[in-house]
Structure formats: structure tokens, C-alpha cells
């Protein structure tokens, strides 16, 4: 396990855009707000979504695409940096009409109905990610 400690700098409360896509639209939040090091939540609608799992036995990704309107119950993530970009790792649970759960790793493709985000920067921390030989994941590298 590693850990380091840090404060919240900065929190922010984000209405995105209407039919914004969802991963794009919390990079250009941290983009335009200079935003390396970040823990945001947000909940809202989508009008459609795309997600993905990860298959830890082949080491890759399927994906999931739902074409309907659904309801965010929940997207937690983090923003961080790989090879000096910018980085959103998101999860995203979705419920339909009538309440069935469904979720994963948020995709490109999340097309927005309203969406709330709650973000919190942390200023004094930089965090990378790298590619991790044992699990095949760009993992955040914490020292």
C-alpha cells in the first residue's frame, strides 16, 4: 500500500453542459481551470452512455453501451496525469426506469441530460499514472 497525505485546496460546484459528454466535459473543467490533481463526484441524467469493464484475466476492456436515459445514481473519480495529459478515471452507476442498476468505467460517448459535479483540487499534490506490468492498468504512482 502506498499513501501520501494531502489537503483540499480548492472545491468547485460545476453545472455541465446539456448534451455535453461527460468524461470530455470534466477534462475541460480541469483544463481550463489548470486542475492536475483532483476527487470529484457527480450525479445527474445522461441521455445515453458508453462504459466498460475490465476483464482481469485477459487484461482488457469490453464495453457496454446503453441507448436510453438513464439516471446517474453515482460517478465518482479522480483527475491525475500521464505523460503530462490530463487524465479523468471515472466509474459511473446508472439506473433505468425501472431502477435496474448497471455501471462501470466511464467512456467517451456519455452523452449529458443535466449533471451536477462536485470537485475537489488538490494543489499541493501531483499525481501520475504509469502502466502496471501486473495488473495492465495505468496506475497512479504513489511514493
Not at 452512455?49 to 485477459?58: L, M, N
Not at 448497471?102 to 499534490?125: D, R, V
Not at 495492465?136 to 504512482?141: A, E
Amino acid at each position: 500500500m502506498s499513501f501520501v497525505k494531502s489537503g483540499i485546496a480548492n472545491s468547485y460546484v460545476v453545472k455541465l453542459p446539456y448534451a455535453g459528454d461527460l468524461l470530455n466535459s470534466i477534462k475541460k473543467v480541469a483544463k481550463e481551470m489548470n486542475i492536475r490533481t483532483a476527487s470529484f463526484t457527480a450525479i445527474g441524467a445522461v441521455k445515453k452512455a458508453r462504459v466498460s469493464y475490465y476483464d482481469q484475466t485477459a487484461k482488457k476492456y469490453g464495453e457496454l453501451i446503453f441507448d436510453e436515459p438513464m439516471e446517474i445514481v453515482s460517478c465518482i473519480g479522480n483527475i491525475t496525469e500521464m505523460e503530462g495529459d490530463i487524465i479523468v478515471h471515472a466509474h459511473l452507476v446508472l439506473s433505468d426506469e425501472k431502477g435496474r442498476a448497471s455501471g462501470g468505467h466511464l467512456l467517451g460517448g456519455t452523452e449529458l441530460f443535466a449533471c451536477e459535479l462536485m470537485l475537489n483540487e488538490y494543489k499541493s499534490l501531483r499525481i501520475n499514472r504509469k502502466y502496471d506490468e501486473m495488473t495492465g492498468l495505468n496506475l497512479m504512482d504513489i511514493k
